[in-house]
């Protein structure tokens, strides 16, 4: 097997695919109860909230919104890369999506605080994972993916939406 074919066999990380977890539905109901849990303000569960918002993002994906959202990304990460072109030589293909995933790792593991940043990560992440290029690109992907899919299952089983 030549090398373009085995590039060919790799999943194309520059469209959304990440809509095959999580449906529209599931999404809506997740951000729901995402918004619930920021306005009355459940203090005990917020990673709780930070992956509704997660899964409700991903399931977005798959919306018309969600691909008006992930053009604005797209645009972002054109505008970042032909700005780091023309200074470094070269364009950085997927910061937005790695200081997203950085952001919301440090918040959690590290620091342990949820907060406007934190949700913001958690928002923007899923809309630009897409974009991180070769083996970490996939490895993020799948973990979002993964996250995504265990924490959707039980809402779409609990209100038996697809």
């Known amino acids: 097997m030549s090398k373009f074919a085995a590039t060919a066999a790799v999943q194309d990380f520059g469209t959304p695919h990440l809509n095959q977890t999580v449906s ?12 619930a849990i920021w306005i009355f303000g459940e203090k005990h569960t917020p990673r709780l909230m930070v992956l509704l918002v997660l899964t409700g993002m991903t399931g977005l994906v798959s919306t018309p919104v969600g691909q008006w959202l992930r053009s604005i990304v797209d645009w972002g990460n054109r505008a970042l890369g032909s700005l780091t072109a023309r200074w470094t030589g070269a364009a950085v293909s997927g910061l937005i999506a790695v200081l997203a995933v950085y952001v919301l790792l440090v918040r959690l ?36 993916i993964g ?16």
Do not use: C, E, F
């Open 24 to 35: 529209g539905s599931v999404a809506v109901v997740a951000l729901g109860l995402a918004a």
């Open 109 to 144: 593991l590290r620091q342990k605080t949820v907060d406007d940043w934190t949700l913001a990560a958690a928002a923007v992440a899923p809309l630009a994972v897409a974009t991180i290029p070769g083996p970490l690109g996939h490895a993020t992907y799948t973990a979002l």
């Open 147 to 162: 996250t995504a899919a265990v924490v959707g299952w039980p809402i779409g089983w609990a209100l038996n939406v697809a």
